[in-house]
């Protein structure tokens, strides 16, 4: 027996409706118990009727029937009193969904990315109440509909759930069905906050200027609303109350001394709260003080950043995609200082998402900070970042850019069904959204309008962007930027010197050079130098996860003997003419040498993710300014993918990438650069201060020996880069440069590929350290285990010693173990 005024969420009545319900196939043949918030596959997984763990070797084959059938989901409960303005609210039903209350259909939905609110009234009940949803196969729904042109699988673009689950190239197929999301019963009978919209509108010497506008429901007959501002600290530094008898107010706040929000690694990440108190119901309501920009300064003739631009067309993918006759910078400004950013792309944690746990999500944040990340850039194929999410991302000072959620097709944009549901996913996002000081900008889509520009009258996804979103951001979120996609800007939108860039969308150019058996990579890295570009918000790199996380999906055997298993746990994309695996391959074995047998390759698959990250965070540090921030794609794995994208797995165990990324992400990242047969030390500092540091080059002859230079002095200035001549290394020879002082870093300069062979390396593996020493160089060593390391995939020079501090990553005692390759024979 449920009583609503017993029940409260944020102070309005309720009836909480998760919980256990009663399911069943369409057809009967399947009865089975259901938690709600759940979905078909998770309860079948309960009822063992699927596997119970979907991700152990090809189990997740046993899943795929789900998705034609339809499922009936059902549940009784009881009202005690019956109250007015009742609403059935679901935050997500997954997707085609009939909703029956006392065998009165209340409401057909068709769009998983929205919260549903149902009046129900004249329909509740008080006493017994029946509640039924039927889910119709979304596969069977789509049926018969034209072909569009698309990526990966084409009767996604016709339905309004998470399309990354209909199978990509780093996640398998699970389409699924059911109430994702909490569920209840409001009562809006009574005076109440229907939502609240804070931005920061002046930041000055006498304060910031707060505009805060407010909604309200059941305002007819007037009432007292009380309103307070507090800081980080509960100080209390607004209080006014009010008589309201309209729907909306606007307050302005004066904010004497306010505490501005920074991104991470630029300053603390205070937030104020809003509480606003009408009758029982109280609301509190976070916000951070902060003013953002993007800087699109165009570039001179006759300058550096023109002629840069200039020789960028000139390449492969900028012919193919830069028609640009002007070009001009894109950094992000925040509280009016330049934000050199350094960022990854965000998924869902979860290829279901009744299985998203905010533990999960924090877990995936946490590590993505520690590794130093400032910006993740939530991908228009998943779902909207949750409320957790965002409210970590406020946190922990993370900036976030969200794409609405199209991706990688030609949608039905020109029928109006799809239309209204845009707007209607548009204004439930805005609403959500757009108090977190967190988001910077929002993206119309992801790479639909790649051959797009502002002065073509129509291109795939216009209408979309510009018809139907902006009108809605505009009225809803009129201080935040709206890009109409992602990549966006310039001609074409793809384009690499004006705007953002994906340079995913040039992929092709690298996969082409592995193709190529006569192609030995050896200028691989002035290659990645063809890939610069002002902003890149997709910056794709590979390698293999470690063994930890290879163990928990297939068999030991498999992991360094079997292809079919590592091609099922990777995906691929069928436009491709090999699979992303065999590219992996392809990539190590150009690079590091032909595999000696299974453990040998799996090394190497996983060191060529370090390696992509160090050349593309060297690159971009080197042209800093010029280039204003790197987002890789991508953060973190949708399921436990083998050989994938991400800098960290599944279970948020970090890959080779991740800890190349920690050191890029620096304040001070050291690199060698070679033009024109001239050799110089880079390095580039992203603080706000300027750095004093001590370098020592040290050369090695192709042997192994090593020669110390002398160590020289050198000032790095804020925001600033350093170059220093240095001495190219002999033929087949190469450097090592070590920073230190108020910074440190090492840098590795070598002319060709890097053939790695076994090294042998001392260890001493204590409780919570490694103790390490090497005779000779060590290119890379390898810590595995299910452990975080506090640095991991390093060099060691001959003689050196290195301690290296481990905490677990998980509740158990990792098992550590060491190994080195160099690159000397």
Known sequence: ??????????????????????????????????????????????????PKDLYWRDNADKAQWIEREDWIYRRSFFVERLRKNAV????????????????????ECDDMFIEQRIPVDGVLKEGENELELVFESPIRRTEGRAERPHAFTGERLYTRRMQCSYGWDWTMRFVTMGIELPCRIEFEDEPFLKDAYLYTRAVDDFGAEVVCDLKFGCFEEGFTAILSVSDETGKEVVRREKYVREATRREILDIPAPHLWWPRGYGEQPLYTLTVTVGAQVKHIPFGIRTVRILERIDEEGSEERALSLKLQKTASGQAYDFNEVSSSFTLLVNGVRIFVRGANWVPVEPILSEVRDEKETLHLNRAAEAGVNMLRVWGGGVFGTEHFYRECDRLG??????????????????????????????????????????????????????????????????????????????????????????????????????????????????????????????????YEKLL?????????????????????????????????????????????????????????????????????????????????????????????????????????????????????????????????????????????????????????????????????????????????????????????TRLPVEAPKKDGWLVADVSGEASDRAFYNDGTLPLFRAEIEAEIKAEEVRLRAASYVHAVRLEGDAIFEDNWFSLLPGEEKTVQFRPAGTEVPVVTVEGMSIIP
């Open 533 to 721: 570009a002002r902003f890149i918000a997709e910056e794709p790199v590979f390698g293999a996860a470690s063994t930890d996380l290879l163990r928990k999906s297939m068999t030991e055997t498999e992991i360094y003997g079997d292809d079919a298993m590592w091609e099922y746990h990777t995906q691929s994309n069928p436009n491709l003419n090999h699979t992303l695996f065999q590219y992996q391959c392809m990539a190590a074995k150009k690079l590091f040498g032909t595999f000696q047998n299974g453990a040998d390759r799996l090394f190497k698959m996983q060191f060529l993710q370090a390696e992509m990250v160090r050349l593309s965070l060297e690159q971009a540090r080197r042209h800093l300014w010029y280039n204003s921030g790197v987002v890789f794609w991508m953060m973190e794995d949708c399921w436990p993918a083998a050989a994938g994208w991400a800098l960290q797995d599944y279970y948020a165990l970090p890959k080779s990438g991740w800890y190349a990324f920690r050191r890029g992400a620096s304040d001070v990242l050291a690199s060698f650069e070679m033009k024109e047969g001239q050799c110089a030390l880079v390095l580039s500092n992203v603080s706000l201060t300027d750095k004093n540091v001590m370098v020592t080059v040290h050369r090695f002859s192709p042997d192994g020996a090593m020669q110390d230079e002398k160590a020289i002095n050198a000032v790095i200035p804020a925001e600033g880069v």
């Open 398 to 527: 993370i900036l976030v850019t969200q794409d609405f959620l199209m991706a990688c097709g030609e949608y039905p944009e020109e029928e109006a069904w799809f239309q209204e549901a845009l707007r209607k996913e548009a204004e439930y996002a805005a609403k959500a959204l757009r108090n977190h000081p967190c988001l910077v900008w929002w993206s119309g889509d992801n790479e639909n309008a790649v051959r797009g520009n502002d002065t073509l009258p129509t291109y795939r996804g216009r209408t979309s962007a510009l018809d139907v979103i902006a009108p809605v951001l505009n009225r809803l979120d009129p201080s935040r930027r709206f890009l109409p996609s992602s990549p966006y800007g310039g001609d074409r939108y793809a384009s690499k010197t004006v705007g953002t860039t994906h340079n995913t969308q040039f992929i092709k150019f690298l996969l082409s050079c592995l193709e190529d058996s006569s192609d030995t990579l050896s200028d691989y890295r002035e290659r």
């Open 88 to 107: 059935l609210v679901f935050e997500s039903l997954d997707t085609y969904c009939t909703v029956k209350l006392n065998g009165t259909a209340v409401a």
């Open 1 to 50: 027996m449920t009583d609503p005024e017993k029940t409260r969420k944020n102070g309005t009545p309720m009836i909480d409706l998760c919980g256990q319900w009663k399911a069943s196939s369409a057809d009967g043949r399947y009865q089975f118990s259901a938690t709600v918030p759940g979905c078909v596959h998770t309860d079948l997984m309960a009822a063992d009727v699927l």
